[in-house]
């Protein structure tokens, strides 16, 4: 099958490093902690008859319309210059637009677009995956759903604002600066965007005025490669990702195009001649990298005057061979189709815009959602404590059924569980705080938390009668409390929380806010679990 968006891991966007970060995260905390390298994750699907499919609903839009429609926007017309000269004060010839590629538009209030130039750019069509909606603070513009990021960079604020158009693809407005304020100033332009969005057919772009405007990159890509080949398609580039792809396929078997407006200079490589054009081909350690420029950009800018394509594949002669092809191919249009533009493009405040199901939209699954189900309840809790140990560490709806009262008593309703890769979480709608719970029989207490570089304030404390093993991480923001159902935290089995607060939502690369009331709250939890059932 030949699929286009999904959540594939992609290299140039910061979501990437969230990801390692929420893995790192899991990793850290107990609950996929391993112990002489066997790692705390059962296999079953869990014991509850009615539990959900696993893994993320299908996209209702098609994903071709959606293309399709985003194709023939002008990038360019979501920017409002009268908006940049009222914010601003600049005048008129001070105030500059230009594409920055065929589906991505820059503006800038200092005139002419330079290399240091600090402009707010648009990119029709950038990949906006479950994960970027994880990390990012959900806001409304002109009754349209959308996303905010900030952080810093350096001495830059760095904002990016996406508002989706379908479960995978959204329209991105991206602005940094060393001022402050940032984020106030893409959200008004990305609220007039959002306006002119509502009548999509008032922003078509005319392809002959936009050299490559005709195709997106991964109809491009598909077609390049033919429709044999598996691969997973994602919109992939630093300027304009519309414009470039990404193609996966089995075997390490990748091949990544990126198409922008630039001025083309001396480019890595060696020159050869394919169909006539002059291209640099880079062979590195791990793949092979052709760059050329197709044709004049039609922008009178000499820093964004060239249609410049790189086409990389693992080897030298894949890439040559695809390059002939695509020199040629660019040029063309796509074959038409009976496929109408998606109408309409945007999501209303609370409209669904994600495949998440249930609780699983409040979990940043460091490897997708493929193996996330909510929990709903319908399992039943063994009367035995030797029968829970016996049966939980395969069965991770029953972790979650025989913490979900205690959880909800203590925390609150908003606590909501899943399951994920043998484990049970319970997560809440500002990912503020997340608790990963694990019932195990083969484990003991005492032999966690003794890495004094990861974790501090280890000690040994009684929850409900039974002995149990409390520490945090060194940087306070995470607690695992291990108890041991049978009193001797030397003896085998573990009744486990981590409770761990995460940065909230919107702020990239910003460190948990201190919650220790909160992390304290997991004694809490655990007393009732233990008094429930270990007693």
């Not at 590629?101 to 990119?123: I, K, M, Q, T, W």
């Not at 291209?279 to 410049?308: F, I, P, R």
């Not at 796509?334 to 409209?351: A, F, I, K, W």
Request: hydrophobic share 35%; glycine share 8%.
């Amino acid at each position: 099958m030949i699929i286009t968006g999904g959540e594939t891991v992609r290299r140039r966007r910061i979501t990437t490093l969230a990801a390692l970060l929420t893995g790192a995260a899991l990793v850290a905390s107990g609950c996929t902690s391993s112990i002489g390298g066997t790692a705390l994750t059962g296999e079953s699907e869990g014991r509850n008859p009615a539990a959900p499919e696993r893994g993320p609903a299908p996209d209702p839009r098609d994903a071709d319309a959606v293309a399709l429609a985003l194709r023939q926007i002008d990038a360019c017309a979501l920017l409002d210059t009268d908006l940049a000269a009222e914010r601003s004060g600049a005048p008129d010839d001070e105030i500059y637009v230009a594409p920055r590629g065929p589906h991505a538009c820059l503006l800038s209030v200092n005139g002419e677009y330079d290399v240091g130039s600090r402009p707010l750019e648009v990119r029709v069509g950038t990949p906006f995956d479950q994960l970027d909606r994880y990390h990012a603070e959900p806001i409304t513009l002109a009754g349209a759903k959308a996303y905010q990021t900030r952080q810093t960079s350096g001495s830059d604020h760095v904002c990016t604002v996406n508002v989706p158009t379908s479960y995978h693809i959204a329209v991105e407005f991206h602005y940094s600066h060393p001022e402050s304020g940032v984020c106030e100033a893409v959200r008004a332009y990305a609220e007039v965007a959002v306006d002119r969005l509502r009548e999509p057919d008032t922003l078509t772009l005319d392809p002959a005025t936009r050299p490559f405007s005709q195709w997106d990159g991964c109809a491009f890509l598909r077609t390049l490669l033919g429709t044999e080949a598996e691969y997973v398609f994602t919109p992939d580039g630093l300027y304009d990702p519309f414009s470039g792809c990404e193609a996966v396929g089995e075997q390490d078997d990748e091949v990544v195009l990126e198409t922008e407006y630039d001025w083309h200079n001396s480019p890595l490589g060696e020159p050869t001649e394919l169909e006539g054009t002059t291209v640099h081909l880079y062979d590195s350690s791990y793949a092979c990298t052709a760059t050329w420029g197709q044709a004049e950009s039609g922008v009178d800018n000499e820093y964004l005057g060239t249609l410049t394509f790189s086409l990389e594949t693992p080897s030298c002669d894949r890439t040559s061979a695809l390059t002939t092809e695509a020199i040629g191919l660019a040029d063309t249009r796509p074959e038409s189709t009976d496929v109408s533009p998606q109408r309409p493009l945007l999501y209303g405040p609370d409209e669904r815009d994600t495949g998440a199901q249930g609780a699983c939209a409040h979990f940043g699954a460091p490897n997708g959602q493929a193996d996330c189900a909510p929990y709903e309840g319908g399992t039943d809790v063994p009367s035995s404590a030797d029968e829970i140990m016996a049966t939980a560490v395969t069965e991770p709806g029953l972790q979650c059924a025989v913490f979900a009262d205690a959880v909800a008593e203590v925390y609150g309703a908003e606590f909501q569980p899943l399951t994920w890769s043998g484990q049970c979480l319970f997560v809440e709608p500002t990912h503020q705080l997340r608790l990963d719970v694990t019932v195990h029989p083969a484990y003991r207490p005492a032999d966690y938390g003794k890495d004094t570089s990861l974790w501090t304030d280890r000690e040994i404390v009684e929850i409900a009668g039974k002995q149990a093993v409390s520490f945090y991480t060194t940087d306070g923001a995470s607690r695992d409390i291990y108890v041991s159902p049978t009193g001797a935290v030397e003896a085998r089995g573990i009744v486990h929380v981590n409770a761990q607060a995460l940065p909230p939502r919107g702020e990239i690369a910003a460190d948990p806010e201190p919650a220790p009331e909160k992390l304290a709250k997991a004694e809490d939890v655990l007393t009732r679990v233990i008094e429930r059932h270990f007693a």
